[in-house]
Nanobody, 121 residues
Framework: QVQLVESGGGLVQTGGSLRLSCAAS????????MGWFRQAPGKEREFVAA????????DYADSVKGRFTISRHNAKNTVYLQMNSLKPEDTAIYYCAAARTIVTIKSPGYWGQGTQVTVSS
């Protein structure tokens, strides 16, 4: 069982940066693939980024490539999403997710409660 708690959201101007954190509980965190998703008002939840339990081979949605970086610190049971060059269209609730493998991360078994990111123009 994995429980996830996001933090770090807020209001930022276009071009600014934020770093989201996701703290996980559970002794097996280091074996899970982790991901970030987002949901904008009136839209479906979409994939943003994912990372293997090893920390290697991160995967990104085309819309955030080159601007967002996912990383993890297994000893701290934490995964991060560094967001740079933010745009108004990045405004959404951002969710942390966990899955047994990277193959299933886009249909994860565990979700956090979400953190709001608002980018003003």
């Amino acid at each position: 069982q994995v429980q996830l708690v996001e933090s770090g959201g807020g209001l930022v101007q276009t071009g600014g940066s934020l770093r989201l954190s996701c703290a996980a509980s559970g002794r097996t965190f280091s074996t899970y693939a982790m991901g970030w998703f987002r949901q904008a008002p009136g839209k479906e939840r979409e994939f943003v980024a994912a990372i293997r339990w090893t920390g290697g081979s991160p995967d990104y949605a085309d819309s955030v490539k080159g601007r967002f970086t996912i990383s993890r610190h297994n000893a701290k049971n934490t995964v991060y999403l560094q967001m740079n060059s933010l745009k108004p269209e990045d405004t959404a609730i951002y969710y942390c997710a966990a899955a047994r493998t990277i193959v299933t991360i886009k249909s994860p078994g565990y979700w956090g409660q979400g953190t709001q990111v608002t980018v003003s123009s």
